[in-house]
C-alpha cells in the first residue's frame, strides 16, 4: 500500500497540526497533517499514538493497517483523510527517526502569538471577540514613541482601539485588564494543549518549555 502525499484531499483535515519529536523523544515542531503524510510516506517519520495511557508507535502502513478499528470505536478522537484509495486518521504526533537537535528560538512577536496571549479578549472591555473584530493597540502609541514589543502590544476590539485612539490608557481614561507580558512558552500551543483532543501532546510539551516552533 502506498499514499502519494499531492494526492491527499480533504482539508481542513489536512491542516491539522501534528507535534513532531526528534528521536529521542523531544518536541520540536508543530506542522499541519499534509507533510506529516510526506515525512510518513517517505518513511523519515513515524506515528507515535497515544491509547489507553500508553504510547504507541505505528509505521505508515502500520497507521493505515489499523484505520478500520480506529474508526469503528474512536472515529470523534480523530481527523480523518480519505484518498481513492483508504481512508486514514491524521496522527497527532509524529517522530523523526534521524534528528537529534532541538531548535532554541525565542516566541515570534506576531498577532496570532498576541491573540493567543490575550485568550482573544480585549485588554481593555474584558470580552472575548472572534479575531475578525480584534486589532492589535500600541499601548504607547508609536506617534508617543512606543515600541513594537510584547510589553507595550496588547489585544483590543475595534471599538475599543478607536476610542483610545492615539493615546496612552491614561490619556484615554480606560484601564488595562492584565499587564502585557513576553510569555514563558508559546501561547499558541497553550492554547491547543487545552483541546482534549490534543491530550496525547501533554506530556511531550510539559518538556519542551516554550522552544517548540509554530510552522
Known amino acids: 500500500m502506498s499514499l502519494i502525499p499531492n494526492h491527499l484531499n480533504g482539508p481542513p483535515a489536512l491542516d491539522a497540526q501534528v507535534l513532531v519529536l526528534n528521536r529521542v523523544y523531544s518536541a520540536i515542531r508543530i506542522i499541519d497533517a499534509r507533510r506529516a503524510f510526506t515525512l510518513l510516506a517517505k518513511q523519515i517519520a513515524e506515528v507515535v499514538s497515544l491509547e489507553d495511557g500508553t504510547y504507541r508507535n505505528y509505521d505508515f502502513h502500520s497507521w493505515a493497517d489499523i484505520a478500520e478499528l480506529q474508526r469503528e470505536f474512536e472515529a470523534?478522537?480523530?481527523?480523518?483523510?480519505?484518498t481513492a484509495r483508504l481512508t486514514i486518521a491524521?496522527?497527532?504526533?509524529?517522530?523523526?527517526?534521524?534528528?537529534?537537535?532541538?531548535?532554541?528560538?525565542?516566541?515570534?512577536?506576531?498577532?496570532?502569538?498576541?491573540y493567543a496571549r490575550d485568550d482573544s479578549r480585549c485588554q481593555y472591555c474584558g470580552k472575548r471577540h472572534s479575531t475578525r473584530e480584534l486589532s492589535l493597540d500600541h499601548v504607547v502609541p508609536r506617534v508617543q514613541g512606543g515600541k513594537e514589543s510584547w510589553t507595550n502590544l496588547v489585544c483590543a476590539c475595534v471599538k475599543c482601539n478607536a476610542r483610545k485612539g492615539?493615546?496612552?490608557?491614561?490619556?484615554?481614561r480606560m484601564h488595562l485588564i492584565q499587564k502585557p507580558r513576553k510569555p514563558r512558552r508559546n501561547p499558541a500551543i497553550t492554547v491547543r494543549i487545552g483541546s482534549p483532543?490534543?491530550?496525547?501532546?501533554?506530556?511531550?510539551?510539559?518538556?519542551?518549555?516554550?522552544?517548540?516552533?509554530?510552522?
Open 166 to 172: 492615539g493615546r496612552t490608557p491614561e490619556q484615554a
Open 76 to 82: 470523534e478522537s480523530h481527523e480523518w483523510v480519505r
Open 197 to 215: 483532543r490534543y491530550n496525547s501532546w501533554k506530556a511531550f510539551l510539559d518538556e519542551a518549555y516554550w522552544t517548540v516552533e509554530l510552522d
Open 90 to 114: 491524521v496522527p497527532k504526533i509524529i517522530r523523526l527517526f534521524d534528528y537529534d537537535r532541538r531548535p532554541v528560538q525565542e516566541i515570534k512577536l506576531n498577532r496570532r502569538n498576541i
